[in-house]
T-cell receptor, first 115, second 116 residues
Framework: AQSVAQPEDQVNVAEGNPLTVKCTYS??????LFWYVQYPNRGLQFLLK??????LVKGSYGFEAEFNKSQTSFHLKKPSALVSDSALYFC?????????????FGTGTQLKVEL | NAGVTQTPKFRILKIGQSMTLQCTQD?????MYWYRQDPGMGLKLIYY???????DKGEVPNGYNVSRSTTEDFPLRLELAAPSQTSVYFC???????????????FGPGTRLTVT
């Protein structure tokens, strides 16, 4: 079975500082990994994905994520945080086996960016 | 291109009532999904579909039913609503074209359901 862990319920960072939101995964074989963002009272929005290739993936709104196979991690990063980045972030994994293109989501990390 | 749309946005049900949550996508995606989101619990998959006429259970299917008569529509039926079904429900769709193309899911705005 595949699983995702987001070890921090909340991350606080000052505007202009770099941010990191952590994610570790467990899956048989090579993973497909995703990050989503959810603003209040909205659906999830796709940010970026890792399928294969370069371990550093760039996505929307200046976000990027680093895939580390040896540490089974896929941390989300941004060099300079904005107050508008404050939202709930979800990491998700898809294994290569099983049908339905199903994703398993983490429990989410609330990011709060303060002035 | 509206993406994934859901109706209604909000609904209050009494215990034992039934209702259908509507979901439509206009991206010609073959895969569709229903999730529920509870605080601190992430998203749990209720049902999914790999194409018209084909549906399968997810992680938490009890108390729900689905159908997929067309590529575009994937309604979720709640029979005999219970307080435990109070949640926010999201519909999503995706496609896969092989070689890593696709796979990400696109979400609707959600339906907030309260059962009292």
């Amino acid at each position: 079975a595949q699983s995702v862990a987001q070890p921090e319920d909340q991350v606080n960072v000052a505007e202009g500082n770099p941010l990191t939101v952590k994610c570790t995964y467990s899956v048989s074989g090579n993973p497909y990994l995703f990050w989503y963002v959810q603003y209040p009272n909205r659906g999830l929005q796709f940010l970026l994905k890792y399928i294969t290739g370069d371990n550093l993936v760039k996505g929307s709104y200046g976000f990027e994520a680093e895939f580390n196979k040896s540490q089974t991690s896929f941390h989300l990063k941004k060099p300079s945080a904005l107050v508008s980045d404050s939202a709930l972030y979800f990491c998700a994994v898809r294994g290569l086996t099983g049908g339905g293109n199903k994703l398993t989501f983490g429990t989410g990390t609330q990011l709060k960016v303060e002035l | 291109n509206a993406g994934v749309t859901q109706t209604p946005k909000f609904r209050i049900l009494k215990i034992g009532q039934s209702m259908t949550l509507q979901c439509t996508q206009d991206m010609n995606h073959n895969y569709m999904y229903w999730y529920r989101q509870d605080p601190g619990m992430g998203l749990k998959l209720i049902y999914y579909s790999v194409g018209a006429g084909i549906t399968d259970k997810g992680e938490v299917p009890n108390g729900y039913n689905v159908s997929r008569s067309t590529t575009e529509d994937f309604p979720l039926r709640l029979e005999l609503a219970a307080p435990s079904q109070t949640s926010v429900y999201f519909c999503a769709s995706s496609y896969s074209a092989g070689q890593g193309i696709g796979y990400e899911q696109y979400f609707g705005p959600g339906t907030r359901l309260t059962v009292t």
